[in-house]
């Protein structure tokens, strides 16, 4: 966190750790969404440039 | 003010009413009311009396004015109006003013509105109470957000118009809790130059507004391209308001069910039904439908906004926590601190719900989709949950859960009122379209509005009873 530079008095270590752990495992239920999907393609040039 | 736009519009063109004369009221009906409401942030007495009065003076002349010339509205307090500084509901935000207006702020100046001041904002724009801000409906209840401002300023008849923005349901949430009517445009459709940002790929601006003709001639005003914000749509601005009065008949609606939609309150479920008869009525015809993909929606919205709020906030969380409210906080802190798979897999599965949104709409021949705008209707000040039925979620997972997928797909979303529930409270019916097709949303909306009365409905602070 301080290499983030959130070394605020504020910024409760375990708080945060707790709090990203929930998200991580929120983020994590994407898996099943996405494993038929092959990943964005951000080479792949919009069609609009063709017209 | 309790004119429509379009009431207002041909009284000021007939001369029965001045620019004015309409400001002057608004001014004073924000003086009586809104004490007790806290739906503005600030009141520009004297450039909205200067604005009536140039809006007068050309009204007089008898040449073209635009199509709001003369009107008072307001917009969202993450809107820069030059000369007066943007809080964003934010202590961390400087007290110095704009040095120039947003490009829909433009917009409506020179379509000849009288911008009467600014609106409330959740903190960031990100939240769903807009503290302090009161429902027009009840005194103890949140007016949503976090446009919450807005929305209660518009459904107090304060104003008939005020602009708001919406990242995960932000014009539609409080639109529904407040009996309004609210419009998410399609991504790009508006400028978003000139407002402060939370979530830069989800953010949108629309309107918020007491009838669906109103939404659609400030969107015919706000929208179209701008050489100050290259997400902005090239595509031509249609006339909105052209086929309000095309009816429905004929037109396939898809009905959603399933998750994101259920559970929700029984009073939301009854309403939202007889929308549905009601359309149907009307001619519609019903598809019903359930997208599993959508199950995601939360975990995709909240993947994305964490991190880009992060990104622009980067500076504010380091160096001012203690000026930001501690949920907020703890989102920004973990944008910043989250592996960037996180956001790649969220971008990704957003990729992934827009494609089955269009597959329901491509394999259904579909105008449009139907959903309660929100599965309950508005929550006490310190309320933190809804139980439905003894499934617990937090008030904001429940108002985001059914107007974000229309902001991870980027399509158009307009929230109608539909039912009151049976302690009063507004209940909203959302009808999501194809891109760039506001116009189709605008029409079954507008069907719906004008075969039943819940548009006419008032709170009990409203300008007409002017109980506060």
């Known amino acids: ?51 | 003010m309790s004119l429509s736009v379009q009431q207002a519009a041909r009284a000021l063109r007939s001369g029965e009413v001045t620019s004015r004369q309409l400001t002057n009221q608004a001014l004073a009906d924000i003086a009586a009311l809104d004490g007790s409401l806290e739906s503005f942030v600030l009141v520009d007495r004297t450039g909205s009396l200067a604005a009536a009065e140039r809006a007068d003076h050309y009204l007089a002349s008898g040449g073209a004015v635009g199509p709001l010339a003369g009107i008072p509205v307001a917009i969202k307090d993450i809107i820069h109006m030059g000369g007066h500084p943007t809080r964003c509901g934010s202590p961390a935000y400087p007290e110095h003013p704009a040095d120039r207006d947003a490009t829909v702020v433009t917009r409506l100046r020179e379509a000849g509105a009288v911008i009467v001041g600014k609106t409330t904002a959740h903190e960031l724009a990100c939240g769903v109470y807009t503290p302090p801000t009161t429902n027009p409906w009840d005194t103890d209840r949140v007016p949503g957000g976090s446009s919450g401002g807005s929305g209660a300023a518009v459904a107090a008849g304060l104003v008939p118009i005020a602009l708001g923005s919406d990242t995960g349901g932000s014009i539609r949430i409080p639109a529904a809790l407040c009996g309004i009517v609210g419009l998410k445009p399609t991504y790009g459709r508006v400028s978003r130059a000139g407002v402060e940002p939370l979530s830069w790929s989800l953010d949108h601006i629309g309107p918020l507004t007491a009838t669906v003709a109103d939404a659609a001639v400030t969107l015919d005003i706000i929208a179209g391209s701008d050489p100050a914000d290259p997400t902005a749509s090239q595509l031509p601005v249609p006339e909105h308001g052209s086929m309000l009065g095309a009816g429905v008949e004929g037109l396939r609606l898809g009905v959603l069910g399933g998750t994101p939609v259920e559970p929700m309150q029984p009073a939301v479920e009854d309403a939202f039904n007889l929308a549905v008869d009601q359309l149907v009525d009307l001619g519609a015809k019903i598809v019903r439908l359930e997208i599993p993909e959508l199950a995601h929606t939360l975990a995709a919205e909240f993947g994305i906004v964490a991190p880009e709020a992060a990104a622009y906030h980067r500076n504010l969380i380091r160096a001012s926590p203690d000026l930001i409210d501690p949920g907020i906080r703890a989102l920004l802190v973990a944008g910043l601190l989250l592996p960037a798979v996180h956001y790649l897999k969220a971008l990704e599965a957003r990729r992934v719900i827009a494609e089955a949104i269009r597959r329901e709409f491509q394999a259904n021949s579909l105008a449009a989709l139907l959903t309660p705008t929100l599965p309950a209707t508005a929550a006490l000040k310190d309320q933190e949950e809804f139980d439905y039925n003894g499934v617990i979620e937090s008030v904001t997972y429940s108002y985001v859960r059914t107007t974000a997928p229309f902001n991870l797909s980027g399509l158009p979303a307009l929230s109608v009122p539909c039912g009151l529930d049976p302690a009063g409270l507004p209940i909203g019916l959302q009808i999501a379209g194809r891109p760039f097709n506001e116009s189709m949303i605008l029409r079954i909306g507008a069907a719906y509005e004008a075969a039943t009365d819940w548009s006419r409905r008032k709170p009990p602070i409203h300008t007409d009873g002017k109980a506060a």
């Open chain 1, 1 to 51: 966190m301080r290499r983030a530079g959130l070394d605020h008095e504020l910024f409760k270590p375990e708080e945060v750790a707790a709090d990203l752990t929930a998200r991580i495992r929120m983020n994590d239920t994407l898996d099943d969404l996405l494993k038929r999907t092959s990943g964005l393609d951000p080479t792949a040039f919009d069609p609009s440039w063709q017209a």
